[in-house]
């Protein structure tokens, strides 16, 4: 079964993961899964589900072309089985391929990551990865 939860992009990292770990806890019970405050990931989880990521901004830029100011204050992230068939379906519906399915080890051992813009321009990110 697949999730979805956001992930913001973010330039101040260590500021918003502070934000997030406090206002999230406090709020719904989530608690850091994964990361630290220093980046440049951070997820936090309410029970197995994640429900909300942090990514720093240069980090992603290693990996693609983020856009500057508004335009890329967020993405989606669709975990999944197969990112090259998911991939195609949002191609598709309208999608525009911005970094098409390969792995990415950085990540974590089996990560594979396609990134999709929807036909609004939304950034979207297909992964698959084993944890």
Known sequence: MGTL???LLVDDFAAAFRFYDAVLGELCGAKVAEGVPQGPYARWNVGEEPVLALIDRAAMRTMLDVREGTADTALLCLRLDDV???QSLC???GATVVAGAAPHPEWG????LAYVRDPAGHLIELQASPD
């Open 109 to 112: 051992p089996e990560t594979v």
């Open 91 to 93: 191609e598709e519906y």
């Open 5 to 7: 939860h956001p992930r």
């Open 84 to 86: 090259e068939a998911a």
